[in-house]
T-cell receptor, first 110, second 115 residues
Framework: GQNIDQPTEMTATEGAIVQINCTYQ??????LFWYQQHAGEAPTFLSY????GLEEKGRFSSFLSRSKGYSYLLLKELQMKDSASYLC???????????FGKGTSLLVTP | ETGVTQSPTHLIKTRGQQVTLRCSSQ?????VSWYQQALGQGPQFIFQ???????GRGNFPPRFSGLQFPNYSSELNVNALELDDSALYLC??????????????FGNGTRLTVT
């Protein structure tokens, strides 16, 4: 089966750095995605990792370790608008479907 | 560039009824995937359509069916609605079938409530 785990909720302060972890156990691996979803809105693509290491994109970075089945999303210089749900998703052997975790609800406080 | 649009935004149906949800893919995208997102959960894959044919299916019963049209727009049909079908239904388009090299672009979803 497919198992993707991430913390349910996190709280961080404006201007700080937060790391959202994701662990996965899937039958095959073709890449890991992070999406951001504001309440009542569509998920929007943040990052994609298929090789081990860190991918940096502005204030957001994503890390992958395939041997450990582990990824994290790092958000720097947090802004109030970063309050949202962050979804970790793995593309396994199917090649066409993403398996999503339940999402991590991040609250950024002043 | 036009994004993914879904209609209607909200819908209330009675148990046992049938519903059709619609999706227009992003300009230039030929693949449409449908996901079901229950409250507090991540999206669950229903199926994917590529060039008007079903390209893959998740763990959903046959009463969930779909279509893709020549302009790449798509419909999701659900028959014999059950209370547990209440969820946000997300449509996502992408270029070609491979989710690994083509990020999904989601619409804002249709919120379906079954009473």
């Amino acid at each position: 089966g497919q198992n993707i785990d991430q913390p349910t909720e996190m709280t961080a302060t404006e201007g700080a750095i937060v790391q959202i972890n994701c662990t996965y156990q899937t039958s095959g691996f073709n890449g890991l995605f992070w999406y951001q979803q504001h309440a009542g809105e569509a998920p929007t693509f943040l990052s994609y990792n298929v090789l081990d290491g860190l991918e940096e994109k502005g204030r957001f970075s994503s890390f992958l370790s395939r041997s450990k089945g582990y990824s994290y999303l790092l958000l720097k210089e947090l802004q109030m608008k970063d309050s949202a749900s962050y979804l970790c998703a793995v593309n396994s052997n199917s090649g066409y479907a993403l398996n999503f975790g339940k999402g991590t609800s991040l609250l950024v406080t002043p | 560039e036009t994004g993914v649009t879904q209609s209607p935004t909200h819908l209330i149906k009675t148990r046992g009824q049938q519903v059709t949800l619609r999706c227009s893919s992003q300009s230039g995208h030929n693949t449409v995937s449908w996901y079901q997102q229950a409250l507090g959960q991540g999206p669950q894959f229903i199926f994917q359509y590529y060039r008007e044919e079903e390209n893959g299916r998740g763990n959903f019963p046959p009463r969930f069916s779909g279509l893709q049209f020549p302009n790449y727009s798509s419909e999701l049909n659900v028959n014999a609605l059950e209370l547990d079908d209440s969820a946000l239904y997300l449509c996502a388009s992408s270029l070609d079938r491979g989710a690994y090299n083509s990020p999904l672009h989601f619409g804002n979803g249709t919120r379906l409530t079954v009473t």
